[in-house]
């Protein structure tokens, strides 16, 4: 089967790629099929959602069973913000290493017990030849640090300590953070998707 992973982010194919490996399935990024430029507006409210419209709009664009996913930390002391604003919190001037100092700013003084989070993904299928879609959930639970550690990863890995762990993400390498992240939660259940898929 070929799989079009339709990100933007290079580093989600090269992700999916390691996700997918050992799998019958050859991944495609946008680039490879000359949709690179095309942008599609996430105008859901929910993960679900904008994961969905993505997956729908490029697999009509390419013709190909198409996977989209789309992710986010909810802060529970900030009623579930950023959310599915994540990528964009504090407007299009800030960075990643400005969102995280947004969030840690507007958290100062919140105690550690209240200090709970979790990043979340849902990943999209779809198959533009029979219409089916299947999406799959993953969470992952922690806290929020009162300053960043680490460098490893990309968006607020360094602010985020998963349950059960005294390390950031942003302190561990890909291979510790993967298995239980909210992306690999949700990846482990493409197989079966894919699977499926190939029945229709
Ligand atoms: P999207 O899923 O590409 O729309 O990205 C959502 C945003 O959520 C990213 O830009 C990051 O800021 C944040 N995010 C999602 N997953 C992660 C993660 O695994 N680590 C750190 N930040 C993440």
Request: hydrophobic letters at 35%; aromatic letters at 6%; proline letters at 4%.
């Amino acid at each position: 089967m070929r799989l079009l992973v339709a990100t933007q982010n290079q580093g989600k194919v090269a992700e999916y790629q390691n996700l997918l490996a050992g799998l019958d399935c050859e991944i495609v990024g946008l680039g490879d099929i000359g949709l690179g430029d095309l942008d599609v507006d996430e105008t859901g409210t929910t993960f679900e959602a904008n994961a969905l419209i993505k997956a729908r709009a490029y697999a009509q664009a390419s013709n190909m069973i198409t996977l989209s996913d789309d992710s986010g930390i909810v802060v529970d002391a900030l009623n579930g913000e950023p959310g599915i604003y994540s990528a964009r919190y504090g407007g299009p001037g800030l960075d990643n290493a400005g969102r995280r100092q947004l969030l840690l700013s507007n958290l100062l003084g919140v105690p550690d017990e209240k200090r709970t989070a979790h990043f979340a993904c849902v990943i999209a299928v779809v198959d533009p030849q029979t219409g089916a879609e299947y999406t799959a959930y993953g969470q992952v639970d922690g806290h929020i640090m009162t300053e960043e550690r680490g460098t490893s990863g990309f968006g607020y890995d360094p602010v985020f300590r998963p349950l059960g762990d005294t390390r950031t993400f942003g302190q561990m390498d890909s291979s510790e953070k993967d298995p239980i992240s909210h992306r690999g939660v949700a990846a482990q259940q493409l197989p079966a998707i894919l699977k499926q898929i190939e029945a229709d």
